[in-house]
Structures are given as structure tokens and as C-alpha cells.
């Protein structure tokens, strides 16, 4: 899943590629996307790649080539929510979710599940509140939960992998050293470790291959902390 201006920027460097045989600059995506800085293209640029769509072409610069390209996506001006781990949350969760319910023959509680979340790069989610999930009444606590779809590689060696279901507490705030669900921006969410330093908010993801991110502390809103993980093997 791609957000629309990830979207957009692979399909102008196709384009460009096409037309010209070179990739654009930094400066031409950063316009043509209608970005302020070139930054943003930094980090749509590195989601693309770990996401499989581009690859970076060694000791040469600006060379870009485009692996595969994806369907059209639906575009929404909802904020997407990446969670602690599991399927993506949209939106910034200012309306109460969907009640859990529970199956006490079966020890059971349904959650929502809200989609999937890229566990790398921040990026918007899609909401989905149509589906729900039995999970463990006993990995639950109290307070509200949901449930989300890991994507990415970033927090494996906090043991969180591809394709998990995350069981996520609704919280607004969280202790140093806590994998949360975090919102950047009030636009992108991502699923982290937090840590505050000063008048800093780090997002420290859990593989030596992804850099730690740095925030000033009004960009970064806690959505929820990490539970419980649910893992099916096939």
C-alpha cells in the first residue's frame, strides 16, 4: 500500500525515466510533488525502496530505477495511523473506536482491526472499521484496544515481524523505552520505541539497517502502546 504521494512521486520518476533516461532531481520532485523541502522526498524516496517499488543504483547520482508499479490508489484527506504493531489504524482517533466485544465462553474479546502499518518509514494508513479480530482475553488489560496489520521489517529485533497482528492500548502518553503507536505531524503514524530527551522526541526503530528519528516535542503525538503480539504461520 502506497500513500498518494508516494504514489505519485514513483509515477513521475517512471515518467521521467521514460522520457529522458535520467531520474529527476531532488529539486524537480520536490516541485513537481509541490513539497517545501527536500526532505520529504528524502523519506518518500526510502519508503519506495524499502517497500520494493525503486531500487538506488550504486556509485552513481541521482540513478533511480523503477522495479514495479503499483494499481491506482484511492486517495483520502484523512491522517493515516500506523500502529505499535499490527494493522494499520487510520485516522488520528479523535472519535471513540468501535466497542470490543466480548465472548466469555470463549475467553475471547473482538477487537477492530484498522488495516496495516508500514513498520519502517512512516506512512498514512487507510481506515478500515469493517473488520474485527478475536484475540486472548487474558492479553488484554484494561482500557481501550484495536488491533493492527504489521508491514516492514524496522522493529524485528524487538521481535515484532512482517505480516504480525499488533494489539494496541489506546494511550496518549508513554514511558521512555515503550514501542507506541506514534503520529508525526498530525499526517503520518508509524509504530516506534519512544524515547524523550530534553525538548526532543526520538522514534528509535529495533534494526541497525533504519536510522533513528528526531522531533521537536510538539510533532510527535503518542496513539497507543504495544500489548500483545498475534502471529499466524502458514
Keep these: 500500500m502506497l500513500t498518494k504521494k508516494q504514489y505519485e512521486l514513483l509515477v513521475f520518476i517512471d ?14 520532485m520536490k516541485d513537481a510533488l509541490n513539497l517545501k523541502s527536500k526532505s520529504g522526498i528524502h523519506r518518500l524516496i526510502t519508503a519506495l525502496e524499502e517497500r520494493g517499488f525503486i531500487r538506488r543504483l ?10 514495479r508499479l503499483p494499481d491506482p490508489i484511492k486517495t483520502t484527506r484523512s491522517p493515516r495511523i500506523a500502529t505499535s504493531e499490527g494493522k494499520v489504524i487510520t485516522g488520528t482517533f479523535t472519535t471513540p473506536l468501535p466497542a470490543a466485544r466480548t465472548d466469555e465462553a470463549a475467553g475471547s ?7 496495516r502499518i508500514a513498520a519502517g518509514t512512516p506512512i498514512e494508513a487507510l481506515s ?3 473488520r474485527s479480530l478475536a484475540v486472548p482475553a487474558s492479553l488484554l488489560g484494561k482500557g481501550e484496544h ?3 496489520e504489521v508491514q516492514g521489517d524496522s522493529m524485528i529485533e524487538a521481535g515484532i515481524l512482517d505480516g504480525d497482528i499488533a494489539i494496541i492500548r489506546r494511550a496518549d502518553t ?13 499526517a503520518e503514524a508509524t509504530l516506534k520505541r519512544l524515547r524523550r530527551k530534553g525538548n526532543t522526541v526520538a522514534l528509535e526503530p529495533a ?11 510538539d510533532r510527535v503525538k503518542v496513539q497507543g502502546k504495544l500489548v500483545g503480539i498475534l502471529r499466524r504461520y502458514h
Design 207 to 217: 534494526n541497525a539497517a533504519y536510522e533513528t528519528r528526531i522531533f521537536g516535542p
Design 15 to 28: 515518467a521521467r525515466l521514460r522520457e529522458k533516461g535520467v531520474s529527476p532531481s531532488f529539486d524537480e
Design 174 to 186: 508513554a514511558e521512555n523505552g515503550t514501542i507506541v503507536v506514534a503520529l508525526v505531524d498530525d
Design 109 to 115: 474479546v473482538t477487537l477492530p482491526l484498522h488495516g
Design 128 to 130: 478500515d472499521n469493517s
Design 58 to 67: 550504486a556509485h552513481r547520482a541521482r540513478a533511480l530505477e523503477v522495479l
Design 146 to 148: 484495536y488491533c493492527l
